[in-house]
């Protein structure tokens, strides 16, 4: 079974451009997960979605940051305009079920971004 | 401020010697714990949790961890370290306010010398 895949793995680009991360959730986990970890910091929440609905999106730093899951499947994280700031890896992760006590998140990889 | 704490950013042991990583938390009532790694390239893989019960927790990989509530502290730990071992390793708790996300600390990353 695949497990959570991200694309790209890296993408570097300058300031006030517009960067698509794309995460792919394990098939059939219907909440997905976006978290972010700015450099020696800790990993922190964006938001959480179940099915195609926003369950949670009380992480996510200011409207430059858009998160869509048409179709309940992939996920993207828009950043538009990027700034300094948002460089940074960020994660995605998915769960069967929705509470995180009982429910497992699953972790891809990571998108390491980098504004110039 | 609600934290998860790990006071050391780096640690170096020698392959076969024991291993010790600190986690503290402060929340309100005993959150439930977790303790992640990420190896070069992976995702974020979970080593073990714990949610109540037995106060020592077993995970994969040889690492356990033990609950200490007077301490507010989830120390990994392993007897004999591996050079496979070599990662980062992340504290996260869960549950906090029924929030269905993890909160992290910001990582330990460990070194082994052969």
């Known amino acids: 079974e695949a497990g959570v895949t991200q694309f790209p793995s890296h993408s570097v680009i300058e300031k006030g451009q517009t960067v698509t991360l794309r995460c792919d959730p394990i098939s059939g986990h219907d909440n997905l997960y976006w978290y972010r970890r700015v450099m020696g910091k800790e990993i922190k929440f964006l938001l959480h979605f179940v099915k195609e609905s926003k369950q949670d999106e009380s992480g996510m730093p200011n409207n430059r940051f858009l998160a869509e899951r048409t179709g309940g499947t992939y996920s993207t994280l828009k950043v538009q305009p990027a700034e300094l700031e948002d460089s940074g890896v960020y994660f995605c992760?998915?769960?069967?079920?929705?509470?995180?006590?009982?429910?497992?998140?699953?972790f891809g990889p990571g998108t390491r971004l980098t504004v110039l | 401020a609600q934290s998860v704490t790990q006071p050391d950013i780096h640690i170096t042991v020698s392959e076969g010697a024991s291993l010790e990583l600190r986690c503290n938390y402060s929340y309100g009532a005993t959150p439930y714990l977790f303790w992640y790694v990420q190896s070069p390239g992976q995702g974020l893989q979970l080593l073990l949790k714990?949610?109540?019960?037995?106060?020592l927790v077993q995970g994969i990989k040889g690492f356990e961890a033990e609950f200490k509530r007077s301490q507010s502290s989830f120390n990994l730990r392993k007897p004999s370290v591996h050079w496979s071992d070599a990662a980062e390793y992340f504290c996260?708790?869960?549950?906090?306010?029924?929030?269905?996300?993890?909160?992290f600390g910001t990582g330990t990353r460990l070194t082994v010398i052969p």
């Open positions: 714990y949610f109540s019960g037995d106060t």
């Open positions: 996260a708790v869960g549950g906090v306010r029924g929030a269905n996300n993890l909160f």
């Open positions: 992760a998915s769960s069967q079920g929705r509470g995180a006590v009982k429910n497992e998140q699953f």
